[in-house]
């Protein structure tokens, strides 16, 4: 049994990237692996699957905080299903409800925090959740924001997006790798490199540059343009809509940039976020 590895982000940030990256590398197959088989080896932290097995059957008839307050258990089952550490995507922030842990840190192993800009993500996420960007910054800077329960997940608790990026800030930084979504996308290179040496993953350069190039987001926007995305959101057309760092300049008006820079200021400052006068 092993410990979970977190993959950790805000909503919009580049989190399937990385588990496209990992999977393509770890599994180490000649065929790139495909979108809808990355929640095969990635686990998604709300599946209900999960919390099922951990009540022993049927959620129906359990209050919400009943639900919630199995997230231990199912997160203990996780790291149960395979002998060595399993990672597992999560967006929630590292907070509590119900008086219950979001993230179980007894069954925990580590994690990766991916950021990205949240000028970025504010066009992406109205795009994801059929928004328009003026109610995406409003979520964004939302302390309660959250998305409710569905058939196959759990409710996602995210907070405001500085509270989001604080709160990993939390996590211990012996065991936490953090990531930004920018360098991701204009220094690959190094940038998995540094994720494949953290997770003291042995592989060679030629398997990274493979991996980097199989999990491109060309190659998902193919893949889903052919077959679709399991995960894409039923407001959205697409779920790799650009995948582009900047987009911000050419889409966001002057008083949205303001409001957004107002609101996450610190936060955009400590990652090199804040646009330049």
């Not at 979504?181 to 040496?197: C, I, R, W």
Request: no cysteine; aromatic share 12%; hydrophobic share 35%.
């Amino acid at each position: 049994m092993g410990g979970i590895i977190w993959l950790a982000s805000y909503p919009k940030s580049g989190n399937t990237w990385m588990r496209s990256f990992l999977q393509n590398l770890i599994v180490g197959q000649q065929k790139t692996v495909h979108i809808n088989e990355l929640s095969k080896f990635a686990y998604g932290d709300g599946q209900k699957f999960w919390f099922e097995k951990a009540a022993g059957g049927s959620l129906e008839g359990l209050s919400a905080e009943q639900k919630m307050k199995l997230t231990p258990k199912a997160h203990l089952l996780m790291t149960r299903s395979r002998p060595q550490s399993v990672f597992v995507k999560t967006h929630n922030w590292m907070g509590f409800t119900y008086d219950t842990p979001l993230i179980t840190m007894d069954a925990t192993a580590g994690a990766i925090h991916i950021i990205r800009n949240p000028l970025d993500v504010s066009i992406s996420l109205a795009h994801h959740f059929g928004f328009s960007i003026d109610e995406a910054i409003n979520f964004m800077g939302d302390l309660h924001a959250q998305t409710p329960e569905d058939d196959y997940k759990m409710p996602q608790y995210y907070g405001s997006w500085s509270d989001h990026t604080k709160s990993w800030e939390r996590f211990n930084r012996d065991f936490i790798h953090r990531v930004r979504y920018e360098d991701m996308l204009l220094k690959p290179g190094k940038t998995f490199s540094n994720v494949v040496k953290f997770l003291q993953i042995k592989a060679p350069k030629p398997a990274i540059a493979k991996a980097i190039k199989q999990s491109s987001f060309k190659t998902l926007q193919a893949q889903e343009k052919k077959d679709g995305f399991l995960e894409r959101s039923d407001k959205a057309d697409s779920f790799f809509r650009s995948g582009k760092a900047g987009e911000w300049r050419q889409v966001l008006t002057a008083d949205q940039v303001k409001k957004i820079t107002d609101i996450h200021h610190d936060v955009m400052e400590k990652y090199g976020y804040l646009p330049k006068a």
